[in-house]
Every structure is written in C-alpha cells, then in structure tokens.
C-alpha cells in the first residue's frame, strides 16, 4: 500500500516564475490537504481539497491556487513567485470525516515533500 | 486567531524522560495530535487525543487537558534516534484545518 507521494522532489525556480506540485494521497483517502513549511517553522496550512473543490483555507495570498482530480490527486500551483516561497511544501491525506472513536481515521499521512527554492 | 505554543528546544540525555509541553488557544477543537520530523524529512504521527486524560503508546505517551488548554508529550527510555522535531498541532472545529506549532527540537545526548 503506497503512502502519500509527491512529485518533484527538489525544485528551483527563480523570482516571478510559475510551480507546479503533485501529490497522490494514500489509498482510500479523499482529501487533501497543502501546508507550507519554512526553515525551523511548523507547517502553515494554505488549503485543503476535497471532492474536486476547495473546501478550506488558510492565509496565503491568490497566487497559491489548486486543484484536486476525481482519482482525488492533487496539485498545487503557485504563480510569481518569491523569493519568501521557497520553503519544504508538504501535501497530506486524509478521510474526509473521520470518526472520534475510529482512531485510525484521525491522522493525517504527509508526504516527503517537495523542497522548493526560489533564487 | 490561532496560537499553539511549544518550547523551541530541549536537550535530554539517552535512556532519560523528557517531556514536551504545548498549550493552546484556538477557535474550536476536535483533537490534539503529536507528530515526529527528523531533518529534511516529513512529519510523522505519534499520538492523537481528543479526551482529557493520558494515552500511552510504547515509549511516547501524550496527555490532554482540554480546560487548560494544554497537552504533552512524554518520552521514555530516550535512543538517539529520538532526535528530532515535535510538532504539536490542533485539529480545528471543523475537522478540516490543523493548526501547528513551530516544533520543539530535541536533542539527546549519549
């Protein structure tokens, strides 16, 4: 049973360039969710998709934007880019609505990660 | 707003006892959950609970009090493998969005 993947795994762009980040959630997870993580920071949530829409959102400007597929992959795309946005960018799978007393619904699985810098 | 605290670092010594606070405030509450990062890696889950009180798991044990606010994380029999960052984050009242602390980073030392 593969876990979360992402795709690339490194990537540099430079300022004012466009990115694009893949992401497959584990087997029998329909939900997605983004998070952006800086250098010593925790993650900061950009947005969660589930069903194809984005259902919620954190604060981060226009220029971060997604999409989530009907095999529920996702990707994340952010648009000039700068030089702040390069970070660890973290994709995590979930169940949609998990369960209090089923444990194991609760977790979110992360992926390894795409490690974007912007020069 | 949102606001997870947990202390930046600590350093422990192998096959000691450490434990990690977090309090909390936030709007809304379904849930605490502790996750393990090494360097460069991504976070992976250790514990979770949603009622006051212990939950022990092998080594690591995290505790809840949801009237204070506040939650820890307990590590027994400390390897060094156990260096690493923990994140304390808060699942929010709608079961969409977690709220993270910026991690305690610990260092075990032989």
């Known amino acids: ?119 | 707003g949102q606001n997870i605290d947990q202390p930046t670092e600590m350093t422990a010594t192998e096959g000691a006892i450490v434990q990690i606070n977090c309090t909390y405030q936030t709007s809304g509450f379904n849930g605490l959950f502790w996750y393990q990062q090494h360097a460069g890696e991504a976070p992976t889950f250790l514990s979770y609970n949603v009622l006051d009180g212990l939950e022990e798991k092998g080594r690591f044990s995290s505790f809840l009090s949801r009237s204070k606010g506040y939650s820890y994380l307990l590590l027994k029999e400390l390897q060094m493998k156990d260096s690493a960052s923990y994140l304390c984050a808060v699942r929010g009242a709608n079961f969409n969005k977690f709220y993270f602390g910026s991690g305690t980073k610990l260092n075990v030392k032989p």
Do not use: M
Not at chain 1, 5 to 13: C, D, G, N, W
Not at chain 1, 20 to 49: E, M, N
């Open chain 1, 1 to 119: 049973d593969a876990g979360v993947t992402q795709s690339p795994t490194h990537l540099i762009k430079t300022r004012g360039q466009q990115v694009t980040l893949r992401c497959s959630p584990k087997s029998g997870h329909d939900t997605v969710s983004w998070y952006q993580q800086a250098l010593g920071q925790g993650p900061q949530f950009i947005f969660q998709y589930y069903e194809e829409e984005e259902r919620q959102r954190g604060n981060f400007p226009d220029r971060f934007s997604g999409h989530q597929f009907p095999n529920y992959s996702s990707e994340l795309n952010v648009n000039a880019l700068l030089l702040g946005d390069s970070a660890l960018y973290l994709c995590a799978s979930s169940f949609s609505f998990p369960g209090l007393a089923g444990r194991g619904d609760n977790e979110q699985f992360f992926g390894p990660g795409t490690r974007l810098t912007v020069l």
